[in-house]
């Protein structure tokens, strides 16, 4: 599976941005996906992640409430919604899949290249 992330930016604190992760070379569908991101001088952090089936979601507390985690199994795409935004949100973010849901960083098997969110006034 080849990830694409896209739709990062720069916003002021309490804006929006949508983050959109295309798949292709195979269907995601049998798999969970994941948002991760991190931080300059930081360790990749979990963000949110939801189930092949879309019925079920999980994110970290440092999100929740703020962030909302959908996919388009037909579209092939995972987005991540990403409201009241704050400055340490600052960060690269990437979209993985994994054969389960997991907030390890390392049961994901697949990992797309990137993109930056920047948080500032």
């Known amino acids: 599976v080849q990830l694409q992330a896209s739709g990062g930016g720069a916003v002021q604190p309490g804006g929006s941005l949508r983050l959109s992760c295309a798949a292709s070379?195979?269907?995601?569908?049998?798999?969970?996906m994941g948002w991760f991101r991190q931080a300059p001088g930081k360790e990749r952090e979990f963000v949110a992640t939801?189930?092949?089936?879309?019925?079920?979601?999980y994110y970290a507390d440092s999100v929740k409430g703020r962030f909302t985690i959908s996919r388009d199994n037909a579209r092939n795409t995972v987005y991540l919604q990403m409201n009241s935004l704050k400055p340490e949100d600052t960060a690269v973010y990437y979209c993985a899949a994994a054969t389960g849901m997991t907030t390890v960083v390392s049961a994901y098997d697949f990992w797309g290249q990137g993109t930056l969110v920047t948080v500032s006034s």
């Open positions: 070379g195979r269907t995601i569908s049998n798999y969970a």
């Open positions: 939801i189930m092949w089936s879309a019925d079920s979601t």
